[in-house]
C-alpha cells in the first residue's frame, strides 16, 4: 500500500497506482508563428459548462508549453480507437515523423488550431488560465467551438493503448 509520506514516498508504485485509470488519448494542438504543433496528452477533463471550461496538463519541461502561451489558444482533440499512429506521432514515437501536421488531415474553426480531422471529439478553446502543477503545466480553456462523430475513444491503460468494449 502507498503511502504520501514524503520520506518514504515511491513514486514509480505511485505512477503505477495512476495507470490503473483508463483514460481517453487526445492531441492537443496550436497554432504559432512557427506553424502548427500538437502533442499527445491523456491528461484531459471537463471542467465547467457555464462557463464552458476544460483542462489540459502538460509535462513541465515540454517545448509546446510557450507554444500555446504565445497562441493564447489551444485545441483538444480526442482520438479514435484505431488511431495509435497520431498518437505515437505527437508523443515523438512514431518514426521518421515530428509534432507538425505535414501529411495529417485537419480543418480548423475559431481559434485557428488544427483540428485532425479523424477526431470523435475536437474542443477549440481560447486560453483561460494557466497554473503550476507539480511536474506539469495546467491549461484550462473556454471552449469557444466544439464538435463531434461517432466513433469510440482510443484509451491508455497502464502505460498500453487499450479500446472500449461495451
Known sequence: MGTTDTQTFDAEAFGRAVGRFAAGVTVVTTRSARG?????ASSFSFVSL???LVLVCVLATSSF??????????????LPEDDEF????FANRAPL???????VPYHTAIT???LPRDAIAWFDCRLHAAYPGGDHRIFVGEVAAFGER???????YRSRYA????
Open 163 to 166: 479500446r472500449l468494449t461495451l
Open 97 to 103: 515523423v515530428n509534432a507538425t501536421f505535414s501529411g
Open 65 to 78: 508549453i510557450p507554444t500555446i502561451e504565445e497562441a493564447g489558444a489551444f485545441a483538444v482533440n480526442v
Open 86 to 89: 497520431l498518437a505515437d506521432r
Open 50 to 52: 457555464a462557463p464552458p
Open 150 to 156: 461517432e466513433g469510440e475513444p482510443l484509451l491508455v
Open 36 to 40: 502548427f504543433r500538437g502533442i499527445t
Open 112 to 114: 485557428g488550431a488544427p
